[in-house]
């Protein structure tokens, strides 16, 4: 969402077109015609000669057919003149089945590219930016689109789709209105042809409307601030109450951004010395992060892209992870090394690769971990992780996490790692999708879900041992209150916080980390 125009990524200049070829004035015509010829549509049609493509209407034809979930239409497609861009079309189209299917914008957008047939890296690149920028502000774009229509109810879904595209363009790209409006109509065009007028009209209007956006002083209005960097307004509200308006605007400002890449060496396979020379042989730009063991910035990370640097994945010496994960994976380890130690929420494995590899640093040796995760797929790819890093001491098991004393003694560990399943809003750079699927009562549910957890893995560790409890998220709900709600439950007396970890959300940092540290005294 960042609305700086040095990108590469169209802008005002001299010349009447933007950096995809999008020609002045709302009739005229994209260049993109020209790259449109034998390409294929995200029904894998290719397009015919002279520019024109087979259209598949990306989802409902006239209104009445409704796409199904591969994205095909139930009717047959129409051969109809379209030039809006391949970019916009497969960020249209990927958006769409974020929708649908409560997808994950970064998985969808390679497949629809790859179906698009060939494009150029710039708009490849310029299709990534679209949609992830599009999902991460649609309910700040339906608001602007709403207050542009005379029945926002009546707008078919797919063409509310295309509508996104352009307000992502007028509101945070600033792209010009020509561009904005031109290549919206064709947009829309392409997913209900029958529209094309009614977008012509609409997107007028929201071109002359968004100079008003966000419709209120951001320095005094919570819900105007909310617009801008959008987030839901009770999100805006509650992060306001929380840290601060200063502090709350520059972590919705920095959610927004793209988060720096990072990896962790694998001390199992490999060393610091030995990841870092191949890194700076092949331009990445590599710097070791202070303070956290193995953790290394990647600088340029188009390079890692090298068949060289895939290597050293494939061979489990290095993985990517962001600075705070692999903080709290570190600060889970006991002083000794555990003899029985049980990791509750262990997800895909990232953090078990992590301990044992910080368990060789700090040991010189692995331990003992029992990984529990509900999903038997996640069960089954921690198991496939384990062989590719080098694991050799890891037991899965997949149990509900707030029954665990069901299945094991109580006091049978010496320690407990507690990765809780949160709302997730410290990571929403990695997954815009976040913030407009959660709500205040998700919230509230997922702190009940989170004490249980503790309260029950708690109960597993034998005393003197330690409970680490930790989250991705910064809502006190979750983080401090579940915590403090613990310690006043009667078996909760029988620990003391003896240290707490909080990592904030930085621009070109890390991600958004919470974790404690829980003594069992008696």
């Known amino acids: ?175 010009d209105d020509y561009v904005a409006v031109d290549q919206g109509v064709e947009l829309v065009a392409y997913v209900e042809p029958k529209a094309r007028a009614l977008a012509n009209a609409v997107l007028r209007k929201m071109a002359r409307t968004a100079s008003r956006w966000p419709f209120g002083d951001v320095g005094t209005d919570v819900v105007a601030l909310s617009r801008k960097v959008a987030f839901p307004s009770w999100m805006a509200k509650r992060l306001v109450e929380e840290m601060g308006r200063e502090q709350a605007a520059a972590f919705m400002e920095a959610s927004n951004g793209d988060a720096p890449v990072h990896a962790a060496v694998n001390a199992i396979r490999a060393t610091d010395e030995e990841v870092l020379a191949v890194l700076q042989e092949q331009g990445a730009d590599p710097n070791l992060v202070e303070g956290i063991p193995g953790c290394i910035r990647i600088g340029t990370p188009k390079a890692i892209r090298s068949d060289v640097v895939t290597k050293l994945f494939e061979d489990g010496k290095v993985l990517i992870s962001d600075p705070s994960a692999q903080k709290v994976a570190s600060f889970a380890l006991p002083g000794e090394p555990p003899s029985a130690f049980i990791e509750v929420g262990s997800g895909r494995g990232t953090k078990t690769v992590l301990m044992q590899s910080n368990a060789m640093r700090k040991y010189g040796k692995q331990f003992p971990i029992v990984s529990v995760d509900d999903h038997p797929f996640k069960a089954k790819l921690l198991r496939n992780r384990a062989r590719e890093y080098g694991l050799t001491s890891v037991q899965t098991k997949v149990a509900d996490g707030r029954k665990l004393t069901s299945l094991y003694e109580k006091g049978s560990f010496d320690a407990v790692f507690v990765d809780a399943p949160c709302s997730g809003v410290g990571t929403l750079r990695r997954h815009p999708e976040i913030r407009w699927r959660l709500t205040e009562r998700d919230v509230a549910k997922m702190a009940d879900v989170q004490l249980d957890i503790l309260i029950d893995a708690a109960s597993l560790v034998k005393t003197g041992g330690q409970v680490v409890y930790s989250t991705c998220t910064v809502f006190r709900e979750e983080n401090e209150r579940v915590v403090e709600r613990f310690l006043k439950t009667k078996f909760g007396e029988r620990f003391e916080m003896t240290e707490m970890l909080k990592m904030s959300l930085e621009e070109d940092g890390p991600d958004a980390h919470f974790a404690v540290r829980l003594t069992k005294r008696f």
């Open 1 to 175: 969402m960042n609305s700086n125009r040095g990108d590469g990524q169209g802008g005002r200049g001299g010349s009447p077109r933007d950096a995809h070829g999008d020609r002045g004035g709302y009739k005229g015509r994209s260049d993109s015609r020209e790259r449109s010829n034998g390409r294929k549509d995200a029904d894998g049609r290719r397009g015919g000669d002279g520019g024109r493509v087979y259209v598949g209407n990306g989802g409902r034809s006239g209104g009445n057919a409704r796409a199904s979930h591969s994205g095909r239409s139930s009717q047959a497609p129409r051969r109809l003149e379209n030039h809006a861009s391949p970019a916009r079309i497969a960020a249209c189209l990927s958006c769409r089945i974020v929708r649908e299917r409560d997808a994950f914008v970064s998985e969808v957008v390679p497949g629809v590219v790859s179906r698009m047939g060939p494009m150029k890296p710039e708009d490849v690149a310029f299709a990534t930016r679209l949609a992830r920028g599009v999902v991460a502000t649609s309910g700040a774009l339906d608001d602007f689109i709403n207050r542009n229509l005379y029945s926002p109810a009546d707008i078919q879904p797919n063409v509310r789709d295309a509508l996104r595209v352009s307000a992502y363009e007028l509101l945070y790209l600033k792209k």
